[in-house]
């Protein structure tokens, strides 16, 4: 992952954490599966990153479940579309969304996680955390409540979870 083409959001840039951070995502990451050729930056579960997300979620700004998040990413691109269309300009696109995965997840599932990077990457961004989906689900939402993939939907809860990162 190029940091020329990451464009996080301007909060994250304008944070003295942000070059800690940059190297961090571009340095720290794997394969999303063997076959790939996408590689996704890896992250530890650390006290910072589970009470970013707790805060996320108690903000209503997190999304489970793949068809769910897959649905919500289709409605943005189809609105923004809509509103480049009507504006006759092409935005720049920022980061502004964020999947979080757990460890766990098979081939197919990670095939479907590279499916939505390719369709909504330039605003999109995946991170695989060091937690299986048991550990992901149970923190956020209660004891067997299993979690393969959140989406962090806010700018503002994107940034506070990209920047629990840089430590």
């Given amino acids: 992952m190029p940091d020329n ?7 994250v840039e304008a944070d003295p954490r942000y070059k800690t951070l940059l190297k961090q995502l571009i340095t720290r990451t794997e394969k999303l599966w063997a076959g790939s050729d996408v590689f996704v930056p890896v992250a530890a579960f650390t006290d910072e990153l589970k009470a970013a997300l707790v805060a996320a979620k108690e903000n209503g700004r997190i999304s489970r479940g793949v068809d769910g998040i897959e649905r919500s990413l289709g409605v943005e691109a189809r609105g ?3 509103v480049d269309k009507k504006t006759a300009t ?20 990670y095939r479907k996680v590279e499916s939505m990077l390719r369709q909504h990457g330039e605003r999109v961004m995946a991170i695989k955390v060091a937690a299986d989906s048991t550990q992901l689900g149970g923190y956020l939402f209660g004891p067997e409540k299993a979690s393969k993939l959140l989406l962090i939907e806010h700018k503002e809860s994107v940034a506070e979870v990209l920047l629990a990162l840089a430590v």
């Fill in 5 to 11: 083409t990451l464009l996080l959001p301007k909060q």
């Fill in 80 to 82: 923004l579309a809509l």
């Fill in 90 to 109: 092409k935005r720049i696109q920022r980061i502004s969304r964020l999947l979080i995965m757990s460890n766990d997840g098979a081939e197919r599932f």
